[in-house]
């Protein structure tokens, strides 16, 4: 049974402004009511004084768990034991639902953990760790559009709704993200830790099948995910034209567009739009690429997404309030709200309303650099620390 919870005069941020000193109780798992003066007897009560109340951190785009699992090369750990560690870690970044990225593509040959058969069995090993997980944990499967065999598994898990939100890319040598083979072999070479004749033989394979491309495999996929209703992205955008393709499959959202005149012909389709938080809170991309505050500022970017660092999102969001001047709600809005209408949850999570789901985190905004609290899942407290 889930106690009644009472938090006692939090600054509670809305979709569309702050409301100072107000009550939340949250019964049942759910926002019953906001108001001033609540009281319940019976609930269990938090002091919220000084404090802000945000809807918890919807992440529809993390890589962590590869790090987790095998934070070296060679070095891999327990699945289970990564997975719990990594669902505590992010219940500590205010992140309450969490789209983890696994990639079907093997992109450099000798990555295990991007190996078809394998992500598709950590896929299904998340999907029976569900009930032993503190925080909403979902499948953002990546699929390298050059790897055709990996297809027949993707096609699989679509019509199971083992996957949550699924996305398409390219990543071949001055494609997307790689603008050249010297950024392709740069990237490779220290990423993955190949040797230079291994990463000359990567590229050559990739440009190869590059040149070779058939979309035909692209096509049944998408449509697949249109009759399961499953949301579909399209990773590192470099230009109108694909951008324009990528839509004319039924993407909605397009993710790390790399140029601004992508990024531009997203919004104008009406796509969201997504930029690591990494980028934003650096203030540049790592690669030379469009720069996050940049596309915020032109209005070309609403959502934001941790990438490789689940603990840049709730600073990402405090750095386009204190440094740009954004809004805090509006901040707040890019990994809460504006994520879940991007999947079709806004009925669900993503704002501090009645009804919704008690999605929550009290964080301590006082000092330059923002603390985490508590975090609430489904009216359950997943973490907790000291106020100092």
Request: negative net charge; contains cysteine.
């Amino acid at each position: 049974m889930i106690l009644d919870i009472l938090l006692k005069s939090v600054h509670a941020v809305t979709p569309t402004e702050i409301l100072e000193g107000v009550d939340i109780l949250i019964q049942d798992g759910h926002i019953a009511r906001i108001d001033t003066g609540i009281v319940i007897p019976h609930a269990y009560q938090i002091n919220g004084v000084g404090l802000l109340a945000i809807p918890g951190i919807i992440d529809l785009h993390s890589d962590a768990v590869e790090k987790w699992i095998q934070p070296r090369p060679g070095g891999r750990f327990n699945v289970e034991v990564a997975l719990t560690e990594l669902d505590k870690y992010l219940a500590s970044c205010g992140i309450t639902t969490i789209y983890h990225c696994f990639c079907f593509g093997d992109t450099n040959r000798v990555d295990e953990l991007r190996r078809g058969s394998v992500t598709r069995d950590l896929t299904h090993f998340i999907h029976g760790m569900h009930s032993r997980l503190g925080i909403n944990n979902r499948i953002h499967a990546r699929y390298d559009m050059l790897e055709y065999e990996f297809s027949y598994i993707l096609k699989s898990l679509i019509q199971e709704r083992r996957i949550q939100l699924f996305s398409i890319m390219n990543h071949a040598p001055g494609q997307g993200q790689f603008t050249s083979l010297d950024h392709f072999t740069a990237y490779y070479s220290q990423a993955a830790h190949l040797s230079f004749e291994e990463t000359a033989a990567l590229a050559e394979r990739r440009i190869r099948l590059n040149n070779n491309f058939d979309d035909s495999h692209v096509l049944q996929l998408t449509s697949l995910c249109r009759e399961q209703g499953i949301p579909m992205a399209s990773h590192d955008d470099d230009t109108k034209e694909k951008v324009q393709w990528v839509r004319s499959l039924g993407v909605d959202i397009s993710e790390f567009p790399v140029r601004r005149d992508a990024a531009q012909k997203a919004r104008t389709l009406g796509m969201d739009v997504l930029m690591g938080a990494p980028n934003v809170l650096r203030g540049e991309s790592l690669t030379n690429n469009l720069s996050g505050r940049e596309a915020i500022k032109e209005g070309f970017c609403n959502m934001m997404g941790s990438d490789y660092s689940p603990m840049s999102m709730i600073h990402a969001v405090f750095a386009l309030h204190r440094v740009m001047g954004i809004p805090l709600h509006e901040a707040v809005n890019m990994v809460t709200l504006n994520p879940a209408k991007a999947v079709g949850e806004e009925n669900i999570c993503g704002a501090i309303q009645e009804g919704l789901m008690a999605d929550l985190v009290l964080v301590d905004a006082s000092s330059e650099v923002p603390r985490i609290i508590k975090t609430f899942v489904h009216g359950r407290e997943v973490f907790s620390t000291c106020r100092l």
